[in-house]
């Protein structure tokens, strides 16, 4: 039985080594798997090479609970200085749209690995490039309606160097 477990751990590992491209991946878990709106996600993370460019990622953990079909999520992104370089707020831009069910069969949309948790990951921003190397911060709202949204286990973020 401790060889099986020895072996499954040693190829997690070895899968998670594999993943060349993640510069960051990070997520939040929510209290009573809620989000609640006045309680935006923070993220902060560091670029060490402000010549290539990265795809930006969205992570959203959902139960079968969620009551919605769609996730308006507005996101704000600044450098060290508090400069912002992308902001996408509802009462500025249109909030992005994640689909979290297929609307005509109701499945979801995200792979699932234990039961009927979910993990999706949408495009934030795609080829951005970073005006320099430093520190960077995201805030992340939902922009649903509803002031609590059920069914959410955890929104994250993820920054990965573009492949050549």
Same mark, same amino acid.
């Given at each position: 039985?401790?060889?099986?477990?020895?072996?499954?751990?040693?190829?997690?590992?070895?899968?998670?080594?594999?993943?060349?491209?993640?510069?960051?991946?990070?997520?939040?878990?929510?209290?009573?798997?809620?989000?609640?709106?006045?309680?935006? $996600?923070?993220?902060?993370?560091? $670029?060490?090479?402000?010549?290539?460019?990265?795809?930006?990622?969205?992570? $959203?953990?959902?139960?079968?609970?969620?009551?919605?079909?769609?996730?308006?999520?507005?996101?704000?992104?600044?450098?060290?200085?508090?400069?912002?370089?992308?902001?996408?707020?509802?009462?500025?831009?249109?909030?992005?749209?994640?689909? $979290?069910?297929?609307?005509?069969?109701?499945?979801?949309?995200?792979?699932?690995?234990?039961?009927?948790?979910?993990? /999706?990951?949408?495009?934030?921003?795609?080829?951005?490039?970073?005006?320099?190397?430093?520190?960077?911060? /995201?805030?992340?709202?939902?922009?649903?309606?509803?002031?609590?949204?059920?069914?959410?286990?955890?929104?994250?973020?993820?920054?990965?160097?573009?492949?050549?």
């Amino acid at each position: 039985m401790r060889s099986i477990f020895y072996l499954t751990t040693i190829f997690v590992l070895a899968l998670s080594g594999c993943d060349t491209t993640r510069v960051y991946e990070e997520y939040n878990d929510f209290e009573n798997n809620t989000w609640n709106r006045n309680n935006s $996600i923070n993220f902060e993370f560091q $670029i060490s090479d402000s010549e290539s460019p990265y795809h930006l990622y969205y992570n $959203i953990r959902n139960t079968n609970d969620y009551p919605f079909h769609n996730l308006y999520l507005g996101a704000e992104l600044t450098n060290a200085e508090g400069e912002v370089l992308v902001k996408n707020m509802a009462l500025e831009n249109q909030p992005d749209e994640i689909m $979290i069910f297929d609307r005509k069969s109701g499945e979801p949309l995200g792979e699932s690995s234990i039961g009927n948790l979910y993990t /999706i990951q949408a495009p934030f921003k795609q080829s951005f490039q970073f005006p320099d190397t430093g520190t960077y911060k /995201i805030n992340i709202t939902h922009f649903m309606r509803d002031q609590e949204l059920s069914g959410l286990q955890a929104a994250g973020f993820r920054v990965e160097k573009v492949k050549e």
